[in-house]
């Protein structure tokens, strides 16, 4: 393992309480957390639906002060990263698999001055994105198959992770390496020895009994 970040936690909001996400918001930074992972679906390129541009706009005038890690599981994303980042994004993933021109969408997520991040299913090589590496700040290697909270962790993924912070060291970069699906904090620990540094967790965190201990555990990885 040797990223260059300190193991960081990214609740994941899907796995909140939908009839009040202010409060699942508010959950996170009361316990001294600063990014909220956001897991925007179209029913489409994956097969459910989730929130919006007008769910991060009202929680930012609900006064969330968190960081907007938005990751949009979306068939045309490019033509969703302008009203995101007005919403109050402050990092925009967007999939590899998705039809766009990737490199032109990267560079528009950071002219609107957000981080930029690129995302891989579980069936895509990390071959895939070995030529954006120098243009994101975040990679999301998925460790489940994205739609749905809840699903085993993928360990067949761990390879891919190797491989990418592999890729990191020798050619000096410094982009975090997210996963994201299945993470608790035994499958966060395996990921963090395969260079993993961001950790989004949903069904462990609000699930978790002793916030308090998670959190001092995860970051301590
Ligand atoms: C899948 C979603 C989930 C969610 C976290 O599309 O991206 O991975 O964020 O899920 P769990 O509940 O497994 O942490
Ligand atoms: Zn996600």
Request: with cysteine.
């Amino acid at each position: 393992m040797s990223s260059p970040h300190a193991a960081l936690l990214a609740p994941s909001l899907l796995a909140g309480d939908h009839a009040n996400l202010g409060a699942s918001a508010h959950t996170v930074a009361d316990h001294g957390l600063n990014w909220l992972h956001l897991d925007l679906m179209d029913g489409h390129f994956v097969p459910n639906l989730s929130f919006g541009p007008e769910t991060l706009a009202a929680l930012r005038r609900a006064g969330s002060k968190l960081f907007f890690d938005t990751h949009l599981m979306l068939s045309a994303p490019q033509h969703y990263v302008d009203a995101f980042a007005k919403a109050g994004a402050n990092l925009i993933s967007i999939h590899i698999e998705a039809a766009c021109d990737h490199l032109a969408t990267l560079r528009r997520i950071r002219e609107l001055g957000c981080q930029a991040g690129i995302v891989l299913n579980p069936g895509t090589p990390a071959t895939a994105i070995a030529g954006l590496l120098d243009q994101v700040d975040l990679v999301l290697v998925m460790t489940v198959q994205p739609g749905f909270g809840g699903q085993p962790f993928r360990r067949d993924m761990l390879p891919k992770l190797q491989q990418i912070d592999t890729w990191r060291r020798e050619r000096a970069l410094s982009f975090r390496l997210e996963v994201d699906g299945g993470i608790d904090l035994a499958t966060a620990a395996e990921c963090r020895t395969a260079g993993a540094d961001t950790f989004v967790a949903g069904t462990s965190f609000f699930r978790a009994g002793d916030k308090p201990a998670f959190i001092r555990t995860l970051h301590g990885l």
